[in-house]
């Protein structure tokens, strides 16, 4: 078969994509965390030795990188746009069956509140976005000169953001809510504030995050949104 000039040729990359156990490595770098290879082989149920034979067709695939920390190697997604990949494909796949009760409470955390990545995702990024729109913040896109301010007070670095090369401020069309969510170098700027502010935090399930007392009262007065005040404690 002949292709077309310049035609981007995804099949090696679907490929790789579609193994189950380097779906699954890749699913669990989507928490944005760098993560040792004896923890990736356990989240996708396969001995070490596996794990790093999937791991080293990903990196040369380009669709992860490696942190070298002395004698330590962590692996992460290699940018955002492999997490964009990923987060579409969560979108148009079946969701698995749910097997146990332990695996129910799981699903609702990741639903309620969890990163894509770099960002808030979830009912709380709907919320937040949801948020920002009512209260005059944010314009297609964009910020307004009142969210400026707002974000600017908030310790988001929303100069730096719109320096990045990444997209600024798209909607992402959030996988579990059917709903958009705040994405790109903005969504990434202000889920880091939330952070550093100890407003949301990471509890013990991969990806997941959940609002903090403190948070709780912060974005009470700031948004009039539920969805990003009650959230599963953090256990």
């Known amino acids: 078969m002949e292709h077309i000039a310049r035609d981007a040729d995804i099949a090696p ?20 965390r760098a993560l040792a290879a004896g923890e990736l082989a356990r989240v996708a149920g396969v001995s070490a ?24 190697r962590y692996y992460r997604l290699a940018g955002h746009e492999v997490a964009e990949v990923l987060e579409v494909l969560a979108r148009i796949s079946a969701r698995p069956p749910v097997r146990s009760l332990r695996q129910s409470r799981q699903a609702r955390m990741l639903e309620e509140a969890r990163t894509c990545y770099d960002h808030l995702a979830g009912r709380a990024g709907v919320g937040l976005l949801d948020g920002l729109r009512a209260g005059g913040y944010y314009a297609p896109h964009d910020l307004t000169d009142a969210g400026e301010r707002l974000l600017a007070g908030l310790g988001v670095d929303v100069t730096g953001a719109r320096r990045s090369r990444r997209r600024f401020a798209p909607e992402c069309l959030d ?27 990471r509890g013990s399930v991969p990806r997941a995050v959940t609002v903090t007392d403190a948070g709780r009262e912060g974005l009470s007065a700031l948004f009039p949104s539920k ?3 009650s959230h599963t404690p953090v256990t």
Not at 51 to 65: E, F, P, T, W
Not at 177 to 194: M, P, Q, V
């Open 49 to 72: 030795a596996t794990a790093s034979a999937h791991l080293a067709r990903l990196l040369d695939g380009r669709l992860v990188d490696v942190v070298r920390q002395g004698r330590h």
């Open 175 to 201: 996988w579990t809510e059917r709903r958009s969510h705040l994405g790109g170098a903005l969504g990434a700027a202000i889920t880091e504030a939330l952070f550093d502010r100890g407003w949301f935090q």
């Open 227 to 229: 969805e990003l005040t």
């Open 13 to 32: 990359v679907a490929a790789l994509i579609a193994d189950p156990t380097r779906a699954a490595i890749l699913t669990a770098l989507l928490d944005g």
